[in-house]
C-alpha cells in the first residue's frame, strides 16, 4: 500500500506512465490508490495540466508537427498564400525586365522611356485596384459566400481569398525594381532623370517603411509615410507622363495633347488617381453614442448604415494624420439586457452597429477616456477575415481580447451558424459586459471563456484549439427528424471543420502556424487583409 508520498517521474514504472505524462513537461502526477489487474492496491499516476494555480482538467497530448522544420518553414511561413501571390507578382515584372533587356541586348526593338512609364503605371494601378473598399468586397462576396454542399477542398482554398494583400504589396515592389530600368535609355534629357529617381527614391522609402517590423513599432510614421509619399509618387509619374509626352510630341508631328492621350500610361494615370481620391469622398463626420464599458472598452453606436458581419469601417478624429479600422457589429449590440436584440430579426429596417474599441495604443486611449459625440468615418465598410467563418460548418472561433469584437457580428447576424468558440481576455465580463458574455453563450453554450487574470497566465491556445477540434470526431450519429435548435447543438459536436482567429499579429501567426502543421486548416488575419 502506498505511504502517500509523491513518486518521481523515474520511480514510475514506463508502462504505467501515459504519453501526455512523457510529452508534457508542467504536469504533476498525484498518487492515486486503485485495484489493479492483480486483485492488489496500487498507485496508478494521474496526470494534469497544471496552471498557474491549482490543476486543470485531464489534458491530452497534441499531435506532432508535420514533417521537418524546414519544411513547415517552407510549407507555412515563407510558403504562405500571401507570399506565394507576392513571389508571382514580383517575378513577372522580374521576367519582363529580362526578356526586354535581353530584346534590346540582341539589337531587337530598343527598351523606351514610354514602355518602362507603362510598366511602372500599370504596377501601380494593380496594387491600388485591389486596395479599393468595392474590390476587396467584391472578391468576398465571390469567394466567401459559398454553401457548404461545395466541396471542403474548394472551400479550403477559396477561404485564403484574404490574402490579396500579396497583389498589392508585390506589383509595388514589381514596380519599383522597373524604375530601375530608366537608365537603359540614357538619350532623354536631364529632368526625365531627375524625376525618374525621385520616383525611385520615394518607392524605395514606402517599401522600407512597409516592413512588418517598422509597421509595429512606428505604426504611425508607416501610415503617413505610405500616405504622403503614395500621394507624391503619383504628382511625380503625373510629372514624369508630362515631360515624355512633350519629348514624344517634338520627334513627331504630333500635338503635345495628342501625345498625352495617347499614352497608355496617361490613363491609367487616370484611374489611379481616381481611385486614390474616391475614399476621401466619402469622408464624413458622423454622429455617434459613446458607452464606456470599463477602463479598457468603449462601445461606438452609430446609425447611418447597415452593415454584414465581417466588415470593418474606418474611423478618425483627424483623417489626415490616422484612421484605425474596427470590425462592426451589426445592428447596436444592447448594454444590458438581449432581450431587444433577440426580439427582432437582424437588419428589420432598423440601421445601424457598433463598434467595440479596447485599449491598444495612444488613440484607442484617448478615445475610451474622453468619448467622442461625432466623429468621421471614410470610404465604405470593408470585409475582412472573418466573413470567411460563414464557409465552414461548423468553425472553430478563437479571439483574444478585444479580438471578440468582429467576432460578434458573426455570432449577431447569424446566430445560427454553428460555432464554438475560445476566447482569451483578462476579466472579459467586466471589461465587455455581461451583453457580450450572453452573446457568446448563445452561440456556443460550452464556450470556453479564459479569463487569464484568474488563470494567472495565457492559455496555449493551439492546445485548447486542439482539444476543441478533436471533440465530436468519433461515431457521429444520423441527423433526422431535429428542430432548428437541437439541429445546431448537433452540428456543434461535429468535428469542426476550420479555425479562424481575431488576434494580434504574432498570437495569430503563432496559432495558424500551430494548427497548419498538424493538419488543420487555421486562418488569421495578416498585415494586408
Aim: with cysteine; hydrophobic share 45%; proline share 6%.
Amino acid at each position: 500500500m502506498s505511504t502517500g508520498k509523491r513518486k518521481t517521474r523515474d520511480q514510475i514504472p514506463a508502462s504505467s506512465r501515459s504519453r501526455a505524462e512523457m510529452l508534457f513537461v508542467r504536469v504533476r502526477t498525484i498518487p492515486m490508490l486503485r485495484w489493479n489487474l492483480r486483485g492488489r492496491l496500487g498507485i496508478l499516476p494521474l496526470q494534469l495540466l497544471r496552471y498557474n494555480r491549482g490543476f486543470a482538467r485531464m489534458s491530452s497530448p497534441i499531435p506532432p508537427k508535420h514533417g521537418n522544420r524546414l519544411y513547415r518553414y517552407i510549407r507555412w511561413n515563407f510558403g504562405s498564400v500571401y507570399r506565394r501571390i507576392f513571389t508571382l507578382a514580383f517575378i513577372g515584372n522580374i521576367i519582363t525586365i529580362v526578356v526586354l533587356a535581353a530584346r534590346s541586348a540582341l539589337k531587337g526593338p530598343q527598351f523606351t522611356y514610354q514602355e518602362a512609364a507603362i510598366a511602372v503605371s500599370a504596377n501601380l494601378l494593380a496594387g491600388i485596384i485591389v486596395r479599393n473598399e468595392h474590390f476587396v468586397n467584391a472578391i468576398f462576396l465571390v469567394f466567401g459566400s459559398w454553401p457548404k454542399p461545395l466541396p471542403f477542398f474548394v472551400r479550403r482554398l477559396f477561404a485564403k481569398v484574404y490574402s490579396y494583400g500579396g497583389i498589392h504589396s508585390g506589383c509595388n515592389v514589381g514596380g519599383n525594381h522597373m524604375t530601375l530600368t530608366h537608365p537603359i535609355n540614357l538619350s532623354v534629357r536631364d529632368f526625365v532623370l531627375l524625376v525618374s529617381y525621385s520616383i525611385l527614391l520615394v518607392l524605395v522609402l514606402i517599401i522600407v517603411c512597409a516592413h512588418p517590423n517598422f509597421r509595429v513599432r512606428l505604426h504611425n510614421s508607416f501610415e503617413n509615410v505610405h500616405r504622403f509619399m503614395g500621394w507624391s509618387s503619383v504628382l511625380l509619374f503625373w510629372a514624369l507622363n508630362m515631360l515624355l509626352a512633350a519629348d514624344a510630341a517634338a520627334l513627331s508631328s504630333m500635338s503635345f495633347g495628342m501625345s498625352l492621350v495617347t499614352s497608355p500610361s496617361f490613363w491609367m494615370l487616370v484611374v489611379l488617381t481616381m481611385l486614390i481620391i474616391y475614399p476621401w469622398t466619402r469622408l464624413r463626420l458622423r454622429e455617434v453614442e459613446a458607452e464606456v464599458l470599463s477602463d479598457h472598452c468603449v462601445k461606438l453606436d452609430f446609425n447611418y448604415a447597415d452593415t454584414f458581419y465581417g466588415q470593418a469601417v474606418r474611423i478618425t478624429d483627424a483623417p489626415l494624420k490616422e484612421t484605425h479600422a474596427f470590425a462592426v457589429i451589426p445592428v447596436a449590440l444592447p448594454s444590458v439586457t438581449l432581450a431587444p436584440l433577440l426580439s427582432r430579426p437582424p437588419l428589420s429596417g432598423q440601421k445601424g452597429f457598433s463598434l467595440l474599441i479596447s485599449n491598444a495604443g495612444d488613440w484607442t486611449s484617448k478615445i475610451i477616456r474622453n468619448p467622442p459625440t461625432k466623429i468621421y468615418t471614410r470610404g465604405a465598410p470593408q470585409y475582412g477575415v472573418l466573413r470567411i467563418a460563414g464557409l465552414f460548418n461548423p468553425c472553430l472561433v478563437i479571439a483574444t481580447g478585444s479580438g471578440i469584437g468582429p467576432c460578434l457580428s458573426l455570432f449577431v447576424q447569424k446566430p445560427d451558424h454553428p460555432v464554438r468558440i475560445i476566447w482569451s481576455s483578462k476579466d472579459p465580463e467586466k471589461t465587455y459586459g455581461k451583453a457580450v458574455m450572453d452573446v457568446l453563450y448563445r452561440s456556443d453554450p460550452n464556450a470556453r471563456i479564459i479569463d487569464t487574470t484568474k488563470e494567472g497566465k495565457r492559455p496555449d491556445l493551439v492546445r485548447e484549439a486542439m482539444e476543441i477540434w478533436r471533440q465530436g470526431r468519433g461515431d457521429v450519429k444520423a441527423q433526422r427528424g431535429l428542430t432548428l435548435g437541437e439541429e445546431k447543438r448537433w452540428q456543434q459536436t461535429h468535428p469542426c471543420e476550420a479555425v479562424v482567429i481575431i488576434s494580434n499579429q504574432k498570437v495569430t501567426q503563432k496559432v495558424v502556424y500551430g494548427l497548419e502543421s498538424r493538419g488543420v486548416p487555421a486562418y488569421g488575419a495578416i498585415f494586408d487583409s
